[in-house]
C-alpha cells in the first residue's frame, strides 16, 4: 500500500485538464451537431421537392377554349418568390401519388379537374347568385417527415393563395361593367376566388407516430448495437482474463487466456452477429406486440432489424478495438451526435445546411431509417429508401471489417501486443 489517500488525486492538474478537454469537446460537438443543424430550416432550405398538378380540364368562354389551370401552374413555376428553396415538380396525379407513396415529395399542390368552369361561373348573372366556390387542394406527406411536410405545406398554401389573388385580378378585369350586376358577396369572391383545402396525401395508421415511428424504431436499433457493443467488448477482455468484472461489490478475475487483437474482434463481432438476432426479435415485439405500432412485413421487418443492430454493433466495436479507451467517445459521436440530426427523419435533409448534408450521405442512422421507412409507410418498395438501407449497410460492414481487421493486424504485426493486467499493485506516486 502507498499509504496516500486516494482524494490527493484531485489535486493532480493532469487530471483536470484531461477530462476538462474531453467533456467540453464532447459538449461543444453534440451542441454543434444538434443545435446547428435545427436552428434555422427555413433559411438553409434549398430544393424541397414539393408536386405541381394541373387536373383543370378547362372550359369554353366566349368562345375561347380556357384553362385557368396551366396559367396557375406555369406561374408558381415560375415565380421567384421563394428562390430555390422549393423545387416545384410538374406531373400528373397518378405519378404525384406514386411519389407521395414513396416518400419522393413532401407535399403537393393540385388544381381539380373543374377547376376553370367553377371559376368562370362566379362571373355571371346566375352563377353570382348560387356561386361554387373552387377549390385549389393542398396535399400534405407526414411520412416524409413531419417538418418537411409542415414547410412544404406553408410552400404550397401561400403558392395556392397567391394564386388565387392573381385569378381574381384576370377575372375582375374581364367582368368590367358587369360587376354592378353582381351582388356584393360575389364580387369579394370574384377577387379572390379559390378555397384553399387541406389533406393528407398519403395518410398513415393511427399507430404511425404522425410519421415519426419509423425514426425511433431506427434509433432504437442503432442504440442497442452501440450499447451492446460496449458491454460485449467488456465481458469478452473479461472471459479473457485481460479485465477484472466488478459485480456490485465483488471483484471477478479469469486466468489470462492470451489473444490477438484480431482474433479478439472477432471473438466480438461473431457474439453480436449471434446476440442480434435476439435483440433484433425483442426490439419488434416490443414495438409492435407490446406497445402496438402499426406495421407490415413482419419478416422482413425483422430481418432489417437484426442486420442493422449487427453492422451498427460490430461497427462499434471495431471503433473500440481500434482507439481503445477513446472509442467510445468515437461511437457516440458517430453513432448518436452526427447520425440523429441529419437522419432526415425530423428535419428534412433539404432543409439542413451543406456540412450536415454531407454527414447524411453515410451516416448509418439516415440510411436505417430510410429502410425502415420503407418498410413501415411504403409497402417494403426497395426505391422508397429499402435498397439504399440494404446497400449502404453492406458496405458499412464491409468498411468496418477492412479497417478493424487490417488496422489490428497491423498493431499485431508490429508486437503492440495487449498488456495483461497486474494482479499484484505497485507502489505509485501521485500524479503531478
Same mark, same amino acid.
Given at each position: 500500500?502507498?499509504?496516500?489517500?486516494?482524494?490527493?488525486?484531485?489535486?493532480?492538474?493532469?487530471? #483536470?485538464?484531461?477530462?476538462?478537454?474531453?467533456?467540453?469537446?464532447?459538449?461543444?460537438?453534440?451542441?454543434?451537431?444538434?443545435?446547428?443543424?435545427?436552428?434555422?430550416?427555413? /433559411?438553409?432550405?434549398?430544393?424541397?421537392?414539393?408536386?405541381?398538378? &394541373?387536373?383543370?380540364?378547362?372550359?369554353?368562354?366566349?368562345?375561347?377554349?380556357?384553362?385557368?389551370?396551366?396559367?396557375?401552374?406555369?406561374?408558381?413555376?415560375?415565380?421567384?418568390?421563394?428562390?430555390?428553396?422549393?423545387?416545384?415538380?410538374?406531373?400528373?396525379?397518378?405519378?404525384?401519388?406514386?411519389?407521395?407513396?414513396?416518400?419522393?415529395?413532401?407535399?403537393?399542390?393540385?388544381?381539380? *379537374?373543374?377547376?376553370?368552369?367553377?371559376?368562370?361561373?362566379?362571373?355571371?348573372?346566375?352563377?353570382?347568385? &348560387?356561386?361554387?366556390?373552387? &377549390?385549389?387542394?393542398?396535399?400534405? &406527406?407526414?411520412?416524409?417527415?413531419?417538418?418537411?411536410?409542415?414547410?412544404?405545406?406553408?410552400?404550397?398554401?401561400?403558392?395556392?393563395?397567391?394564386?388565387?389573388?392573381?385569378?381574381?385580378?384576370?377575372?375582375?378585369?374581364?367582368?368590367?361593367?358587369?360587376?354592378?350586376?353582381?351582388?356584393?358577396?360575389?364580387?369579394?369572391?370574384?377577387? /379572390?376566388?379559390?378555397?384553399?383545402?387541406?389533406?393528407?396525401?398519403?395518410?398513415?395508421?393511427?399507430?404511425?407516430?404522425?410519421?415519426?415511428?419509423?425514426?425511433?424504431?431506427?434509433?432504437?436499433?442503432?442504440? !442497442?448495437?452501440?450499447?451492446?457493443?460496449?458491454?460485449?467488448?467488456?465481458?469478452?477482455?473479461?472471459?479473457?482474463?485481460?479485465?477484472?468484472?466488478?459485480?456490485?461489490?465483488?471483484?471477478?478475475?479469469?486466468?489470462?487466456?492470451?489473444?490477438?487483437?484480431?482474433?479478439?474482434?472477432?471473438?466480438?463481432?461473431?457474439?453480436?452477429?449471434?446476440?442480434?438476432?435476439?435483440?433484433?426479435?425483442?426490439?419488434?415485439?416490443?414495438?409492435?406486440?407490446?406497445?402496438?405500432?402499426?406495421?407490415?412485413?413482419?419478416?422482413?421487418? #425483422?430481418?432489417?432489424?437484426? !442486420?442493422?443492430?449487427?453492422? !451498427?454493433?460490430?461497427?462499434?466495436?471495431?471503433?473500440?478495438?481500434?482507439?481503445?479507451?477513446?472509442?467510445?467517445?468515437?461511437?457516440?459521436?458517430?453513432?448518436?451526435?452526427? *447520425?440523429?440530426?441529419?437522419?432526415?427523419?425530423?428535419?428534412?435533409?433539404?432543409?439542413?445546411?451543406?456540412?450536415?448534408?454531407?454527414?447524411?450521405?453515410?451516416?448509418?442512422?439516415?440510411?436505417?431509417?430510410?429502410?425502415?421507412?420503407?418498410?413501415?409507410?411504403?409497402?417494403?418498395?426497395?426505391?422508397?429508401?429499402?435498397?439504399?438501407?440494404?446497400?449502404?449497410?453492406?458496405?458499412?460492414?464491409?468498411?468496418?471489417?477492412?479497417?478493424?481487421?487490417?488496422?489490428?493486424?497491423?498493431?499485431?504485426?508490429?508486437?503492440?501486443?495487449?498488456?495483461?493486467?497486474?494482479?499484484?499493485?505497485?507502489?505509485?506516486?501521485?500524479?503531478?
Amino acid at each position: 500500500m502507498s499509504g496516500i489517500h486516494p482524494f490527493r488525486v484531485l489535486r493532480a492538474q493532469s487530471l #483536470w485538464m484531461a477530462n476538462g478537454v474531453i467533456t467540453g469537446v464532447l459538449a461543444l460537438l453534440f451542441t454543434v451537431f444538434y443545435v446547428g443543424a435545427n436552428i434555422d430550416p427555413v /433559411d438553409h432550405m434549398t430544393k424541397l421537392p414539393v408536386g405541381l398538378v &394541373n387536373a383543370d380540364k378547362g372550359a369554353a368562354v366566349g368562345g375561347k377554349q380556357v384553362n385557368l389551370g396551366v396559367r396557375i401552374t406555369e406561374s408558381i413555376k415560375k415565380s421567384t418568390a421563394g428562390g430555390d428553396k422549393i423545387d416545384w415538380k410538374v406531373m400528373g396525379e397518378r405519378e404525384m401519388k406514386e411519389k407521395l407513396g414513396k416518400g419522393k415529395l413532401f407535399g403537393a399542390l393540385v388544381v381539380p *379537374a373543374h377547376f376553370t368552369s367553377s371559376t368562370t361561373a362566379l362571373t355571371s348573372t346566375a352563377g353570382a347568385k &348560387n356561386p361554387v366556390r373552387p &377549390n385549389l387542394t393542398v396535399l400534405t &406527406n407526414q411520412s416524409a417527415g413531419s417538418v418537411g411536410s409542415s414547410l412544404a405545406r406553408t410552400a404550397t398554401t401561400q403558392a395556392a393563395e397567391s394564386a388565387s389573388l392573381q385569378v381574381g385580378k384576370e377575372l375582375t378585369a374581364q367582368t368590367g361593367a358587369r360587376q354592378a350586376k353582381l351582388p356584393a358577396a360575389a364580387r369579394v369572391l370574384l377577387a /379572390d376566388p379559390a378555397a384553399v383545402t387541406v389533406e393528407d396525401g398519403h395518410p398513415l395508421d393511427s399507430h404511425s407516430g404522425l410519421g415519426l415511428t419509423a425514426f425511433y424504431y431506427a434509433l432504437v436499433l442503432v442504440v !442497442c448495437g452501440m450499447l451492446s457493443a460496449n458491454v460485449i467488448s467488456g465481458q469478452v477482455d473479461h472471459a479473457l482474463g485481460y479485465t477484472h468484472n466488478d459485480m456490485g461489490p465483488r471483484r471477478l478475475h479469469r486466468p489470462l487466456i492470451r489473444a490477438t487483437r484480431v482474433q479478439t474482434l472477432a471473438i466480438s463481432s461473431t457474439l453480436m452477429a449471434g446476440l442480434s438476432l435476439l435483440m433484433g426479435t425483442l426490439v419488434m415485439v416490443g414495438a409492435v406486440g407490446i406497445m402496438g405500432m402499426d406495421a407490415s412485413h413482419l419478416p422482413l421487418l #425483422w430481418l432489417y432489424s437484426v !442486420c442493422a443492430i449487427a453492422v !451498427c454493433g460490430i461497427g462499434a466495436l471495431t471503433l473500440l478495438a481500434v482507439f481503445g479507451t477513446p472509442g467510445m467517445l468515437v461511437v457516440t459521436l458517430v453513432f448518436i451526435g452526427m *447520425a440523429v440530426p441529419t437522419a432526415g427523419a425530423t428535419t428534412p435533409l433539404e432543409a439542413l445546411p451543406g456540412f450536415y448534408r454531407f454527414l447524411a450521405e453515410f451516416e448509418p442512422l439516415r440510411q436505417i431509417t430510410g429502410g425502415i421507412r420503407s418498410i413501415l409507410y411504403y409497402d417494403a418498395q426497395g426505391d422508397a429508401g429499402l435498397t439504399r438501407g440494404w446497400v449502404m449497410m453492406a458496405a458499412g460492414l464491409v468498411a468496418a471489417a477492412l479497417f478493424g481487421f487490417g488496422v489490428l493486424g497491423w498493431y499485431d504485426r508490429k508486437g503492440l501486443h495487449r498488456i495483461p493486467v497486474e494482479t499484484t499493485p505497485e507502489k505509485a506516486a501521485v500524479p503531478a
